[in-house]
């Protein structure tokens, strides 16, 4: 069954809302794996818009479940993943007007950036991930880029809107599933996933990791975090 990472940047984003102290991502996260959670996931963005530095250090001190920290590759978030040392590290694509992170890492078209940020991370010994569109040409790029595993985009399954579309795109994030275990890479899939839609996921051979924030945070409004975490779980774990 695929292991839980919980997101809790938008617990963050309600903080830095009113730049004050809480809510604290770090306590957050403490509920989170009070839920069951198997891991902490944390996106230092360029800009600061959620997680700050600070959230990062804590995090690492604090947590006893592994931290993965989703960073572009840029010299500056390489420089503090490399002091910090999380034990993972999913290389996403970043751009300042986005709200949240739009399509996977061009991992082609990036290749020689990425490959120094790869090369940087793995020598301080954090596993690195490529977060990329369920693409054969993008997972052939993480093959040789030697990155440990790659997190498939599940956003255009999570925002289809009709039957057909939705069965589309699984069927496309199966077999993409199937490439990237065939290419020696594990097996990890995020964004937009709720608890409405990741049973489907769930089914898919040979997941190794799930990482989930918006929704899990949603919910925890209503509900708690450790209750909003344990119930995320409890579909993640069939």
């Not at 604290?24 to 069951?36: F, R, S």
């Not at 300042?96 to 739009?102: A, G, L, M, Q, Y």
């Not at 925002?159 to 065939?182: H, I, K, M, S």
């Not at 899939?189 to 799930?210: A, F, K």
Request: contains cysteine; negative net charge.
């Amino acid at each position: 069954m695929p292991k839980l990472g919980v997101n809790i940047d938008h617990v963050a984003t309600v903080r830095q809302a009113r730049r004050t102290v809480e809510p604290d991502p770090v306590w957050a996260a403490a509920l989170a794996e009070l839920g069951g959670a198997d891991g902490i996931t944390v996106h230092l963005r360029e800009d600061r818009r959620h997680i700050q530095d600070r959230d990062v250090r804590v995090l690492k001190e604090t947590v006893q479940v592994p931290i993965n920290l989703e960073m572009a590759s840029e010299d500056e978030i390489t420089n503090i993943a490399c002091e910090i040392l999380p034990q993972k590290a999913t290389l996403v694509p970043e751009k300042r007007e986005e709200v949240t992170t739009e399509g996977g890492l061009d991992a082609i078209g990036n290749f020689d950036r990425v490959q120094n940020c790869v090369n940087r991370l793995q020598e301080k010994g954090i596993e690195v991930s490529l977060f990329i569109d369920p693409q054969c040409r993008q997972i052939e790029a993480a093959k040789k880029l030697s990155v440990q595993a790659v997190e498939l985009h599940t956003g255009r399954y999570a925002d289809a809107t009709t039957p057909e579309e939705r069965t589309r795109e699984f069927e496309q994030l199966l077999d993409a599933g199937r490439f990237t275990v065939e290419q020696g890479l594990l097996l990890h899939m995020g964004h937009g996933l709720t608890y409405r839609n990741v049973s489907r996921i769930v089914s898919i051979p040979d997941i190794r990791e799930l990482n989930i924030g918006h929704s899990i945070i949603a919910r925890s409004m209503m509900v708690g975090m450790q209750q909003a975490v344990a119930e995320m779980k409890r579909l993640v774990s069939g």
